[in-house]
């Protein structure tokens, strides 16, 4: 808590200054901690409220209040009791960060601690006793300890118990689990009713199969809701335990309709890959389950630092196995980011004639359509017959990943061609494309994507498909060479997967599949320019004009 202090009598005395000195230029000096605050932009989920029923309208504050619980719980999952920790808290930035991170820990900077008094964040945060020993964990001999719905706890004489989560929070759950029955009641949608009447039922029992199930069942809902333990990652220590979370969400039919449409014309976009026939003689594969949706509600683990804007689930395997999974792309929490961080990117990286070119409308499309080009290519190398990613070894995810980014441009240069998308509109996905490469690396290319993108950039730039100008440090696309250099990686890529090259592959991620010095320096002063690393939510009833 030391720093703490100090950070508040420094602002006094600043304060103080200020008073003093008021009709001497003012100077807002902000501290450390509210810079913290500061890397999130605020954005405010909403949606068109018109597209839907009134009983459906009826049921978001429901659903806003089952979101709450889950809210609650993860603060239980991520370090215990909320409020003795909020209640030492003196500085309102550190609050507001620590309501950001559900605790202490930075989330954007590897869970360091941002409050003077605290360690490291417990690796399995509060899923089991901080004080449990690896040894003590193999002794356990539930086999339950491994499951994704229980908690792992300390009896009084020391003794460590297996837990599920319906008996370690029965006020909580049961609150829940009313509450999703009653917005069950209110469904119009049969497929939405079963499911959240199947979701309160697993909320008391811990056994979410049956309503898993019911999820990937559920087909012409317009509202969503994801909600209950979900993802396992805030477990650091097995990756077992899932945390709580609320996501309340609102599907984009207009995109849906869109959506199935484009996949109609996926034989037709895999007949006129640019490469030779035997490259493209396997079938295209439309992602049968994807839609758009605006997220109304973020509650729990899916709003905890750095927030989704894709959803996959479900991650039961035996669910895969039986219905395979759902692809949810989040719109309004894109909007937030291609608003607060990808326009002012490209403010300092995009040739000024070309800014107008940098649309929401175009990363949209740009982000879809490399779901979609997924499924195109080749999944078996032409002469072993074996899968391109057993070929590929560790280079298969940044050569697919790749291959996603080119072939969804290709998909969208051939559809407006074909008169299917607004050919005048084309320069705009281009553009928008080329701006999209700079958020993708601003913080490093060391992953898979980041090595695809840095391999597309430096193509790019060799075949003059844009230009850096020096004077002002910004970029400018070339329509014509960027189409032909699509065209050429496009091909250079198929060509590897459907060769099995690995050697070609790791030469390739070798040559180009890093940030060089002079885009360093460019990204270097996209970070000092004080741009946002993330969005933070205003949300709720009233945002909504509920
Ligand atoms: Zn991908």
Redo the contacts with the bound molecule.
Sequence with gaps: MKKLASVTLLLGLIIGLVACNQKEKKEVVVSPTQKLVDQYAEFELTTDLNLLTEKEKQMLPILIEVADIMEELFWKDAIGDKSEFLSKLTDPAAVAYSKINYGPWDRLDDNKAFIDGFGAKPKGANFYPKDMTAEEFDAIKDEMKTDWYTKIVRDEDGTLRVAPYHEVYPEEIKKASDLLKKAAELAEDAGLKKYLELRAEALLTDDYLASDLAWMDMKSNTIDFVVGPIETYEDALYGYKASHSGQILVKDKAWSEKLSKFASLLPRLQEGLPVPPEYKAEKANANADMNAYDVIYYAGDCNAGSKNIAINLPNDPRVHAAKGSRKLQLKNAMQAKFDKILVPISDLLIDESQRKNVTFDAFFENVMF??VA?GLGINYTLKDKVSVRKALKDTYTSI??GK?DILGLYMITQMAEWGEMDKSKLMDNYVTFMAGIFRSVRFGAASA?GKANMMRFYFFEEQGAFTRDAATGTYKVDFEKMKAAMNELGRQILIVQGDGNYELAKQMIADRGFIREDLQKDLDRVNSAGIPKDVVFKQGTKVLGL
Excluded: G, R, T, V
């Design positions: 490399h779901e997924h697919e990943e996603a994507h």
